[in-house]
């Protein structure tokens, strides 16, 4: 199940149907009733005595909070940088940058919205144009067919979507999508999710202010408001325009008029001009990657990306086993664990910038850098000349659909290794398109071709982790503490190294870590070692309170949150409290999600606050009424607060959403047999044990359970 969330919005439009028919909650017939002019005038009377006493009764919910643009005097808009630059500017108004979102209307919707009834299992839509105005009807909050005005375009091909206003300031993705290369509207989920699932298209997945807007549009703050569980979204300029990339335009003109007052700095940096390739994969990285958000702004600059940015590492399910992409994780953390990234090629190295266009077709852009006459040949990938298998990016970047329709290429640039998909599992490009064939067909094939031997690769022992970590520890511990291996491919191995924290050699190496160069191995290291020892932590975290990045002082201040303040050195103290102001805001900026209230939850109970921690968890499962990760967490917490009857009941709840959950199952059975409820505890140990089949825990809790119930018989 994929989604697609994105954008930002530049004017608000209102419904055309109008306030009587809203308030009175008929749908307006297609000729209109007569109406006296005495019936006119009493209508008058009463808005204009309804206006006095509330001028928001006739409110539409949901648009009259639409997101705005927030008034700035720094950022200027993209139409202001033509004049100076208009072969850059005429490039990127044709880019899907440019496209990103958009007001409805007729240039740029491209669906067919002529009376179109399309359908999906149980589910109905209707798209309808009147006028300028574009509208759907279909299954909207808990199931109920209404009609929405389509107030934004949202993507440009191979599939473009469309945004609704729903109450409490937001824009939604609607489920349906318009697909541009065969010109058909389809369903973007299957199954359809039921209406209290956050992956419904009402609700938090199908968000525009928390998922979307912050790429798809320019200098975006998402001003989300939990007492009232609303958005005032603002942004700079509805699409992904020239600001977005090269940061507030407002110095840069003024300087260009000739005002000497105003010191020039570093703008070149600020402008994103002269980055390194480092830096410009980091500024791309903030959008064309996976990861989270940190504070509601990004300053432009040389800022490090992890001010501002907390990028995902290469862990299950958004991951295979070895790296290679699986859900939709775009293009940084693919490219950072990348042999080209480490020799210094940028996204400006095969993209064109400001069109984002490939600088050259086919394998002619990899042989701008590579030797044609070496590589190019079917000497080295042993395929017909005018063949896909002849493509570079056919064996080195292996895509993968998205959405339905969009084919996303994995950006780690790896050599394809079949020998892997017969260990592990995981995907290669040669059963990628010989699809009739084994994974040992191709692994046979590869031996073949280029011999027994496989370079070493970072792949192999990260796979190896998702099937047995112990035998994969020594080999994970090598590789974190490998500065030759890229640092995303190292914090994932502290990422699985937390696991077996507890084992000295382990928490040592994680210890070294600490103090890593990559600000990401520092703060997964920092994670990891989240439950050793009080006074080691004290020790050694503390200096990092004052770490040049914001993300690994706020990973301090989680990890550190147990820890009384009056016990931290005094010449930590400030420190301690700046990074406590960024943790908080931290929290705040991510209230809107499930994992953000989890955490926040989970950080509450460290500090011995359990009410705060409750009201956390309940307010996660407002957001996700289905999260099995906080309604079990919630369950532990009532049982050590020895509020057994609450904790058995979030874990049957968390069993009923979740059949499978074996850990479910597990607690539950302890639960009981702590109860004395031994005949339900043999009932709930041996469902875990079925769910959980080797578990040694299990088993020995079950075979307790069972000594005890028979020698009770006997």
């Not at 399309?118 to 109920?144: C, M, P, W």
């Not at 990234?341 to 400001?354: A, D, K, L, T």
């Amino acid at each position: 199940m994929q989604l697609l969330l994105c954008g930002s919005c530049d004017h608000a439009t209102i419904s055309s149907m109008s306030q009587d028919d809203y308030i009175l909650g008929y749908q307006r017939p297609k000729q209109p009733m007569p109406v006296t002019h005495t019936q006119t005038v009493r209508w008058i009377v009463i808005w204009l005595l309804l206006l006095i006493v509330n001028p928001q009764v006739f409110a539409v919910p949901g648009l009259d909070a639409q997101p705005t643009r927030k008034p700035t005097s720094n950022y200027i808009t993209s139409k202001q940088c033509t004049a100076c630059h208009p072969q850059q500017f005429n490039a990127w108004r044709e880019s899907h940058h440019a496209q990103a979102m958009l007001p409805a209307t007729a240039t740029s919707v491209r669906a067919d919205f002529n009376n179109i009834e399309v359908s999906h299992e149980k589910l109905t839509a209707n798209f309808q144009r009147r006028g300028d105005n574009y509208f759907v009807i279909t299954q909207g909050i808990n199931g109920k067919v209404e009609e929405y005005q389509i107030q934004y375009t949202f993507g440009y091909e191979p599939l473009q979507q469309y945004l609704v206003a729903i109450p409490g300031g937001r824009l939604q993705a609607l489920p349906w999508a318009w697909d541009t290369q065969k010109r058909r509207w389809y369903y973007l989920q299957n199954p359809a999710p039921e209406t209290d699932d956050w992956l419904h298209w009402t609700r938090g997945a199908g968000n525009w202010n928390s998922m979307c807007a912050a790429c798809h549009s320019t200098a975006v703050e998402k001003k989300y408001d939990p007492e009232t569980n609303s958005y005032a979204t603002q942004w700079a300029e509805i699409n992904v325009g020239c600001e977005a990339c090269h940061g507030p335009g407002a110095k840069h003109v003024t300087l260009v008029k000739g005002n000497a007052d105003l010191p020039k700095g570093n703008l070149e940096i600020e402008m994103g001009i002269g980055l390194s390739a480092v830096e410009q994969v980091e500024r791309c990285g903030r959008c064309h990657g996976r990861r989270g958000e940190i504070t509601d702004s990004y300053d432009h600059g040389k800022d490090p990306m992890m001010n501002h940015y907390l990028p995902e590492v290469l862990r299950p399910g958004l991951y295979h086993a070895d790296g290679q992409i699986n859900d939709e994780v775009f293009v940084y953390g693919s490219f950072t664990q990348s042999k080209m990234y480490q020799s210094g090629v940028g996204c400006s190295s095969c993209h064109e910038v400001h069109s984002g266009s490939l600088r050259a077709q086919g394998n002619k852009l990899c042989a701008s850098c590579h030797d044609s006459a070496q590589y190019n040949s079917s000497q080295h990938h042993h395929h017909p000349e005018v063949s896909p298998g002849a493509q570079c990016v056919s064996c080195h970047m292996p895509g993968k659909y998205y959405m339905g329709v969009d084919l996303r290429h994995d950006h780690s640039l790896r050599v394809p290794r079949p020998d892997l998909s017969t260990r592990f599992g995981t995907p290669n490009a040669c059963n990628g398109c010989h699809t009739d064939q084994s994974a040992d067909w191709a692994a046979k094939a590869v031996v073949q071709w280029f011999g027994a031997k496989r370079q070493p690769h970072f792949s192999e022992i990260l796979a190896s982790a998702t099937t047995d970590l112990g035998t994969a520890l020594p080999g994970l511990v090598n590789l974190l503490e490998d500065q030759s291996q890229p640092a995303i491919v190292r914090a994932t191995a502290a990422f699985w190294l937390a696991q077996a924290a507890h084992l000295e050699p382990v928490q040592k190496a994680l210890i070294n870590l600490v103090a890593d160069p990559a600000p990401l191995v520092r703060l997964h290291a920092i994670r990891a070692l989240e439950n050793a020892a009080a006074e080691r932590r004290k020790h050694l975290l503390s200096p990092l309170l004052n770490d040049p990045v914001r993300a690994v002082r706020i990973a301090v201040a989680g990890a550190m949150a147990d820890i009384p303040e009056v016990s931290i050195a005094q010449n930590y103290a400030a420190a301690l409290q700046q990074a406590q102001r960024e943790h908080q805001e931290y929290m705040k900026q991510n209230a809107d999600f499930v994992s953000g209230q989890r955490y926040a939850a989970m950080y509450h109970e460290k500090q011995q606050r359990f009410a705060a921690a409750k009201a956390a968890y309940h307010q996660a499962l407002k957001i996700d009424n289905r999260d099995t990760a906080s309604r079990v967490n919630l369950a532990h917490l009532h049982y050590r607060l020895k509020e057994y009857s609450k904790a058995e009941q979030a874990f049957k709840m968390a069993i009923h959403y979740e059949p499978d959950f074996g850990p479910a199952y597990y607690s539950l059975g302890l639960l009981l047999a702590e109860l004395k409820r031994f005949e339900d505890a043999e009932n709930y140990l041996a469902q875990a044990l079925l769910r959980m089949p080797g578990n040694m825990r299990v088993q020995k809790n079950l075979q307790a359970v069972r000594f005890y119930l028979g020698s009770e018989h006997n």
